[in-house]
């Protein structure tokens, strides 16, 4: 019987690193820098046209649900997705909100690549929240935030990045998702029963009825409050617990691109948002990437956040950047 070896090129790699490490160190520095070197560098994310993309969405007001700023601003989103060549999907629901308000709500998916069995998904939610129920301001508690932060930077940096994908494929299929209703949860000011899982309806609604049946991809990474000025993202513990390998991956990468100071090495606070339900329901390990502000007396996601002031003035193109680069050069590293 004839016995076939098949060596693969990492194989390959790690041997000759082992044989020449045995000898003096230049042969042995080469071939680490030939190790290097099988890292993809991912195309320039342009922080300017995120900016924009938000700005966009912050123009149409508040898109709080059953509101016509929230219906045209998901027909711009997905016509976007559509000129940026992802095959689109419009998924429809009346998700009931706490308070027994049926939300006409829209998630919507751009598909790359739809015929890759290996995909990715990238998520962050849309809709903004209908009451500023942590401003200093009592009068605010009832009013609809502008969510720029909240909402509006997370689809910033996605449509960006879908953006770049149209020009240049990684090997893999992504799905770009955008998540509507996940703002309407229960508020503070709320004095009546407890309500479990009035957060998240759009991604409760997605994982349990897929856009496309029996989906999968093999993990997801959830942008929320990515654009704020002086924002850190530590690593957020239910992440941590479920996607522990993509947490270390994209720590380590935002790291080696020098975005260190974002993405901070030590563990957070947890959150309940879309990548809970992505994990439970659909069991798709998704790690959120999430601003988490230690020294912020008003709230753990920083200073404005569900107030009136989650507007234009604290997005910070750098932060942008950090986020935008360290996913690209995530997703075009994967086989
Ligand atoms: C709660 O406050 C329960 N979860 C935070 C999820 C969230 C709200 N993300 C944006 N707004
Ligand atoms: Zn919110």
């Known amino acids: 019987m004839k016995t076939r070896r098949i060596f693969t090129f990492p194989f390959?790699?790690?041997?000759?690193?082992?044989?020449?490490?045995?000898?003096?160190?230049?042969?042995?520095?080469?071939s680490r820098e030939t190790e290097k070197k099988i890292v993809i560098k991912a195309p320039e994310f342009n922080a300017d046209?995120?900016?924009?993309?938000?700005?966009?969405?912050?123009?149409?007001?508040?898109?709080?649900p059953n509101t016509q700023?929230?219906?045209?601003?998901g027909d711009y989103l997905a016509s976007q997705l559509e000129a940026f060549g992802a095959r689109v999907y419009n998924q429809y629901a009346d998700l009931e909100a706490w308070d027994g308000t049926l939300l006409k709500a829209r998630n919507i998916i751009g598909a790359y690549k739809p015929e890759s069995r290996k995909r990715v998904m990238l998520c962050a939610h849309w809709d903004s929240r209908p009451y500023a129920d942590n401003d200093p301001n009592p009068d605010n508690h009832r009013?609809?935030?502008?969510?720029v932060n909240d909402g509006a930077s997370g689809v910033g940096v996605l449509l960006e990045i879908a953006r770049q994908l149209q020009q240049k494929s990684p090997e893999l299929g992504i799905d770009i998702i955008f998540f509507d209703a996940e703002d309407y949860g229960i508020p503070e000011f709320h004095r009546g029963n407890y309500k479990a899982d009035t957060w998240c309806l759009g991604s409760q609604y997605w994982a349990r009825?897929?856009?496309?049946?029996?989906?999968?991809a093999r993990y997801g990474i959830l942008l929320d409050m990515v654009g704020g000025k002086g924002a850190t993202f530590y690593q957020e513990p239910y992440s941590l617990r479920t996607a522990a390998k993509e947490v270390k991956k994209i720590w380590k990468k935002a790291r080696e691109l020098g975005y260190g100071n974002w993405f901070v090495d030590r563990e957070g606070a947890e959150v309940t948002d879309d990548h809970v339900y992505v994990h439970s329901i659909a069991r798709i390990p998704c790690v959120d990437i999430i601003n988490y502000d230690p020294t912020s007396e008003r709230s753990s996601f920083?200073?404005?956040?569900?107030?009136?002031?989650?507007?234009?003035e604290n997005i910070d193109r750098a932060t942008l950047k950090a986020v935008g680069q360290t996913v690209m050069d995530v997703i075009y590293n994967e086989k």
């Open 49 to 64: 046209s995120a900016y924009a993309y938000i700005q966009a969405q912050a123009d149409f007001g508040p898109r709080v």
């Open 12 to 30: 390959l790699l790690a041997t000759l690193t082992a044989a020449v490490s045995c000898g003096n160190s230049k042969k042995a520095d080469e």
């Open 302 to 312: 920083g200073d404005f956040w569900h107030t009136v002031n989650d507007t234009m």
């Open 143 to 147: 009013k609809h935030i502008l969510g």
């Open 69 to 73: 700023a929230h219906r045209d601003c």
């Open 209 to 216: 009825t897929p856009h496309i049946q029996g989906y999968f």
